[in-house]
C-alpha cells in the first residue's frame, strides 16, 4: 500500500456502474488512474458525471483532458458546448482539434467571425480563412496586433490576409503601426484591389527608415505597374526632395518590376534619371562597390541601366556579377527570354549561397509556371531554411500542375506553421486557376 492507499480498480467501477467511485477518481494523483477514470465515465454516460468531466478539462494533463473531451463527446448539452468552443483556442492544437472534430460531428456552426476563426483555426484550415473573405479580416487583423499572440502565428495570419485581395482588407491592413506593420507589408503583397490605399501606405514607410524601407521596397515591386506611377516621383526626384536611401529603394522597386514585366515604361524611367557624366560610361564590372553618400544612387542607377541594355546577353552577364543585387535581377529577368540555357541558369541559383539570389530565382520559377519549373522548386522544398520553404511554397502556387500540388501537399505537413500556412493557400490558388481554365 502506497502513501496514498490502494490504487482504485477503474476497470471493476466501470463494470459495476460506480459512478462515484469514477467521479473520486478523476482526481486522483496519478495520471493514468485519472484518464482511465475519464474513459470510463464516456463508456457510462452518466448525467451527473458531466459537471466533475467539465472541471476535468483544466486538468494539468493534455493526455487526461484529451480523454475527457472524448467522454464528453458521448453525452452533449449546452454547457458540454460551450466549453468545447472554449477548447478552440486552447494551446495544444491537438485538443483544439479534437474539440472542433466534435463539434462538427454535433452540428454545431461557429455563430459569429471570432468563432469561425476559432474553429478554422483548430482545424488547421487556413485556406478556409481566406475563402471567407471580408468575414474574417476583423478577426484576423486583431490577432496581428495582439501582444500575447506569437510571432510565428502572426506570420501565418499575415500570409493568409494575403490571399484576401479586397478593398476591405487593403483598408484594414494600412492601419497598423509599429511593429504590426512588417506583418502588413508582408499581407500587401500581390494585391490587385484597392491599389491606391496599398500604394499610398507602402510609399510611406519607404520613406521611414530600416528593414521596413526594404519590406515596403518588395512589396511595391508586387503590384506592378500600378505603383510605377508614385515609383517614378520618387526615383526622379532630387537629393532635396527624396532621401538617398528612400530613392535607392525606390529604383529596387521600380527594377523587378521591369525584370518582371519588361513594361517600357518603367525602362523609360529608369533612363530619365539624371546621372552625372563622369559614371554614366561605366561598364558593369567597373561597378564593384556603393559608397555611403549620394554618389551610390547614381552607380545603382548605372549598374541596373547595364543589366537592360541588350538583353538577353546582358542579363545573362550581370548573372555572373560580383554584385548580389545584379545577380538577382539578372535571374529574374531571365524568365522572359526562355530557352536551354537560361532556364540553366535560373535553376542554379536555387543552389547558390545567397538566399537573396534563391529567392529571385523562385520568383522566376514561379512566373514561368511549367512541369520543369515545379520539379526545380520542389528539389528545394525540404530545404533547412523555413523561410525558403515557405518561398518555394508561395512560387509552387503559380504552377498548376501535378508536381506541384504532389509537393505542396506533402508541404502542409511541414512542422513550420507558416510553411504549411503558405502550401495550404498555393494549393487552394491552383484550385482556383484550374477551376478559371
Known amino acids: 500500500m502506497g502513501l496514498f492507499g490502494k490504487e482504485p480498480d477503474v476497470r471493476q467501477m466501470q463494470d459495476s456502474g460506480d459512478i462515484d467511485g469514477l467521479i473520486k477518481a478523476l482526481k486522483h494523483h496519478k495520471e493514468q488512474v485519472r484518464r482511465q477514470a475519464a474513459e470510463a465515465l464516456g463508456r457510462?454516460?452518466?448525467?451527473?458525471?458531466?459537471?466533475?468531466?467539465?472541471?476535468?478539462?483544466?486538468?494539468?494533463?493534455?493526455?487526461?483532458r484529451g480523454e475527457v473531451l472524448g467522454a464528453l463527446g458521448g453525452m452533449w448539452n449546452d454547457r458540454i458546448c460551450q466549453s468545447l468552443i472554449l477548447i478552440l483556442s486552447d494551446k495544444n492544437a491537438v485538443l483544439a482539434k479534437k474539440a472542433a472534430a466534435l463539434l462538427e460531428e454535433k452540428g454545431w456552426k461557429p455563430h459569429n467571425s471570432e468563432e469561425m476563426l476559432c474553429f478554422l483555426t483548430a482545424k488547421d484550415n487556413w485556406a478556409g480563412m481566406a475563402a471567407q473573405g471580408d468575414y474574417l479580416v476583423e478577426p484576423?487583423?486583431?490577432?496581428?496586433?495582439?501582444?500575447?499572440?506569437?510571432?510565428?502565428?502572426?506570420?501565418?495570419v499575415a500570409i493568409t490576409l494575403s490571399y484576401i485581395d479586397t478593398p476591405f482588407a487593403v483598408q484594414s491592413l494600412t492601419k497598423l503601426t509599429g511593429d504590426n506593420a512588417g506583418y502588413a507589408l508582408f499581407a500587401l503583397e500581390n494585391k490587385t484591389a484597392g491599389i491606391d490605399a496599398a500604394s499610398k501606405y507602402l510609399i510611406n514607410l519607404l520613406r521611414g527608415s530600416g528593414q521596413l524601407q526594404a519590406s515596403a521596397s518588395r512589396a511595391l515591386s508586387t503590384l506592378g505597374t500600378a505603383a510605377l506611377g508614385q515609383l517614378a516621383k520618387i526615383v526622379l526626384a532630387g537629393p532635396?526632395?527624396?532621401?538617398?536611401?528612400?530613392?535607392?529603394?525606390?529604383?529596387?522597386a521600380l527594377v523587378i518590376?521591369?525584370?518582371?514585366?519588361?513594361?517600357?515604361g518603367a525602362k523609360d524611367v529608369l533612363y530619365r534619371i539624371p546621372i552625372p557624366p563622369k559614371v554614366q560610361n561605366l561598364r558593369?564590372?567597373?561597378?564593384?562597390?556603393?559608397?555611403?553618400?549620394?554618389?551610390?544612387?547614381?552607380?545603382?542607377?548605372?549598374?541596373?541601366?547595364?543589366?537592360?541594355?541588350?538583353?538577353?546577353?546582358?542579363?545573362?552577364?550581370?548573372?555572373?556579377?560580383?554584385?548580389?543585387?545584379?545577380?538577382?535581377?539578372?535571374v529574374l529577368a531571365l524568365s522572359r527570354y526562355l530557352d536551354t540555357s537560361t532556364m540553366q541558369i535560373i535553376n542554379s541559383g536555387l543552389k547558390d549561397s545567397n538566399t537573396e539570389i534563391i529567392y529571385a530565382s523562385c520568383l522566376a520559377l514561379a512566373k514561368i509556371g511549367s512541369e520543369e519549373a515545379a520539379q526545380a522548386l520542389s528539389a528545394l522544398s525540404g530545404h533547412e531554411d523555413s523561410d525558403i520553404r515557405a518561398s518555394v511554397a508561395k512560387a509552387l502556387g503559380s504552377c498548376a500542375n501535378s508536381t506541384a500540388i504532389?509537393?505542396?501537399?506533402?508541404?502542409?505537413?511541414?512542422?513550420v506553421l507558416p510553411v504549411r500556412v503558405q502550401a495550404m493557400h498555393s494549393l487552394a490558388r491552383i484550385t482556383n486557376l484550374r477551376i478559371r481554365r
Open 284 to 330: 558593369m564590372d567597373q561597378i564593384t562597390y556603393f559608397p555611403d553618400e549620394e554618389h551610390s544612387y547614381h552607380l545603382w542607377t548605372v549598374m541596373f541601366r547595364r543589366i537592360f541594355e541588350n538583353p538577353p546577353e546582358s542579363l545573362v552577364a550581370a548573372t555572373k556579377s560580383g554584385l548580389v543585387s545584379a545577380r538577382g535581377i539578372g
Open 257 to 264: 518590376i521591369l525584370a518582371q514585366t519588361g513594361d517600357v
Open 406 to 415: 504532389k509537393t505542396l501537399s506533402a508541404m502542409t505537413g511541414d512542422s
Open 44 to 64: 457510462l454516460k452518466g448525467a451527473r458525471s458531466i459537471d466533475p468531466l467539465l472541471e476535468a478539462l483544466n486538468d494539468r494533463s493534455d493526455e487526461v
Open 140 to 156: 484576423l487583423i486583431k490577432r496581428l496586433t495582439d501582444p500575447k499572440v506569437d510571432a510565428v502565428v502572426k506570420w501565418a
Open 240 to 252: 532635396k526632395n527624396e532621401s538617398r536611401y528612400t530613392r535607392i529603394w525606390a529604383l529596387r
